[in-house]
């Protein structure tokens, strides 16, 4: 993706279900957990790069010792960061008494980070403030440790207001209106009757205070708790959650929008947000690991059992095919014959756009995502260049020369390395006078490789959604090679509406697809379209999320996808520019034949899995067409 679009976090879970001593004796170091959860999260940073976070808890502390660690970080580097910090203290120790690195009492008592229990976050904001009180996980303390709760997720809910009226009827004062603390405090009140329940149940039964702790710490009912705490979101989440005294859980939206996947054996259970990073961390096999269902919790007691358990009721599964395109991690097996299926599938209307001339096309692709589709697109071109090869052997006859065959064999898509990107190079500290110059040059050329103005040159892109990098540096710099045509090519469908589910995609003007769809209504007079769309949205402000309609899609209906992709490269075309230039975008019924497990699709098709989602899409154009800069939900 040419464009720089912010995205879903990243968690990460640990469980140490073996005594602190086992990790020592059989891999030579107390740290363990804190070496394998730098390992979790640095592997996830394309997850996040805003800020990073992770907690601990130690178990069956004495009263008066700390039994929860947490750092935060928004440092420039901010995995980094949070590990300098924790080792910081081990590098101490080593300095002034390094036998108590091997002395596991000593570690636990004095030393943070040491404990059972991990849960890590990577952060990529997609709205507000950066700071340090932004950054999961977070915690809401209580003198009760049962009562002790960490939260860390990749989620965003839609229905922030509604949630944070409920808190405020059963009588809490949140401190703000955010998702995130909405989540916390919604699953702490639960958490909260829980063990009031669980405490006037023993209390009745004539155990005294201490021992009726010990039996809410062991049969507190994390099931009832996120069930209750959960029947409201509307969302897609993997949220994770601590308890002071040492359960866990992590619970998956009933869609299967958000991604998480887990491994258990009698040492770890592990969660992660993408399948390679735990392959990769604990040399497993891709068998070996399960994703979570959607609707499930996993639920880890503090006694070590972990089960899957239904929350709530699972829906027509939409997991998120733009995370598939684009922003999980490509070494996943699945993910990778994915991409390479999405590059195979435009083939045909790659083909049509050079009219099948393969003599006079160079192909590449834009670095350095679409690198994956671009080899499938090569070998869908290989597949048809080998067919049309046997045709004309066989046209030569019985007797065919060895000149003639020898030609027709060497026949092969010309492949070339065309651009480069200069990932360092910065354009934000940058007078706005000079950055447009500088943003012109993020990507560079490789010079020599196209015939002037005799060759097409097309070159895969995984997605195009704003078009703004495309349009001024991309193509300007690809001009310079002066190519008969370029051809743009998009692996992803055209992305026609906001996320409201994890990803920085909220603003309908933001979308150059929108863009193209509304010049067509004033290019062919149709203008009243926008009005009554914009009034039909107003008509629902009020109604319950459940009755409202996409009315948005109107925008589009008049249109078909081809005549989108013509304007949006009219629109796209630099003034300057030389060289023809057309945008082809993937279709969506191609997306669910390369992603058939993850089909959801409503950035393409508006078709949102959550009836939240609708009544998103119609603030956001509501918001665009009043010239609102803000939040959509």
């Not at 928004?74 to 910090?85: G, L, M, T, V, Y």
């Not at 059972?116 to 990529?124: A, I, K, P, T």
């Not at 809910?157 to 919604?186: A, M, R, Y």
């Not at 000079?434 to 490789?446: E, G, M, P, Q, W």
Request: aromatic fraction near 10%.
């Amino acid at each position: 993706m040419s464009d720089a679009i912010k995205h879903e976090c990243g968690i990460a879970l640990l469980r140490l279900k073996k005594p602190l001593q086992f990790y020592l004796d059989k891999y030579g170091t107390a740290f363990y957990g804190v070496n394998k959860m730098h390992l979790l999260m640095e592997k996830q940073h394309n997850r996040g790069q805003d800020g990073a976070g992770i907690a601990n808890i130690k178990f069956d502390m004495e009263p008066g010792q700390r039994y929860i660690s947490r750092t935060r970080s928004i440092a420039k580097s901010p995995i980094q960061d949070i590990f300098d910090q924790i080792n910081g203290r081990f590098q101490q120790i080593q300095n002034e008494n390094p036998e108590n690195l091997k002395n596991i009492d000593y570690l636990k008592k004095h030393v943070g980070f040491t404990g059972e229990l991990f849960l890590g976050h990577l952060r990529y904001g997609t709205f507000g403030r950066n700071s340090i009180e932004s950054c999961h996980p977070f915690l809401r303390q209580n003198n009760w440790i049962t009562r002790n709760l960490v939260i860390a997720g990749n989620f965003n809910l839609t229905n922030v207001d509604e949630l944070f009226d409920v808190l405020v009827n059963v009588g809490q004062h949140p401190k703000e209106k955010s998702d995130t603390v909405t989540v916390l405090e919604k699953i702490g009140h639960f958490l909260d009757a829980e063990n009031d329940e669980l405490f006037q149940q023993y209390k009745k039964l004539g155990f005294d205070n201490l021992e009726v702790y010990n039996r809410i710490s062991e049969n507190l009912n994390l099931i009832k708790i996120l069930q209750k705490a959960s029947e409201d979101w509307d969302g897609g989440y993997a949220m994770a959650g601590l308890l002071g005294h040492g359960d866990a859980f992590v619970l998956r939206d009933p869609s299967g929008i958000r991604p998480a996947y887990w491994y258990e054996d009698d040492e770890i259970c592990i969660v992660a947000s993408e399948r390679p990073v735990i392959q990769t961390a604990f040399n497993l096999k891709v068998e070996n690991i399960k994703e979570l269902k959607p609707g499930y919790a996993l639920i880890i007691k503090k006694n070590g059992t972990v089960t899957e358990e239904l929350i709530n009721k699972p829906l027509s599964p939409k997991k998120c095919s733009f995370e598939r395109i684009y922003f999980s991690r490509g070494s996943d097996s699945s993910i990778y014959n994915e991409r390479k299926a999405l590059g195979r599938l435009i083939v045909d209307k790659v083909l049509k756009a050079i009219d099948y001339d393969f003599d006079n096309s160079v192909f590449s692709f834009i670095p350095n995502t679409a690198e994956v589709s671009f080899y499938g697109l090569i070998k869908g071109l290989e597949e048809f260049l080998n067919e049309e090869k046997i045709k004309q052997i066989i046209a030569l006859g019985d007797k065919p020369s060895s000149e003639d065959v020898s030609k027709i064999i060497k026949q092969r898509a010309r492949i070339e390395k065309i651009a480069i990107k200069d990932a360092k190079l910065r354009t934000f500290i940058t007078q706005d006078d000079s950055r447009d110059d500088l943003v012109a040059h993020v990507y560079d050329i490789t010079y020599g490789s196209v015939r002037p103005l005799k060759d097409n040159l097309i070159i895969i892109d995984d997605s195009i959604v704003r078009g703004t990098t495309l349009k001024q540096s991309i193509l300007r710099i690809l001009d310079r090679l002066e190519p008969k045509k370029i051809v743009v090519v998009s692996s992803a469908p055209q992305i026609r509406y906001p996320d409201c589910y994890g990803i920085d995609m909220a603003k309908m003007g933001d979308f150059i697809a929108f863009e193209a769809a509304i010049q067509l209504l004033v290019d062919t007079k149709r203008e009243n379209i926008i009005q009554d769309v914009y009034k039909q949205c107003l008509s629902q402000v009020d109604l319950p999320k459940e009755q409202v309609r996409n009315y948005v899609k109107e925008i589009y209906a008049p249109f078909t996808d081809e005549e989108i992709s013509v304007k949006i490269a009219q629109l796209l075309t630099p003034i300057s520019m030389k060289s023809k230039v057309e945008i082809i975008y993937q279709s969506v019924e191609n997306l669910h034949i390369a992603c058939p497990d993850n089909l959801g699709d409503w950035y393409f098709t508006g078709d949102y899995p959550t009836p939240g989602g609708n009544k998103v899409v119609n603030k956001a154009f509501i918001n665009w067409i009043e010239k609102r800069n803000e939040r959509a939900y």
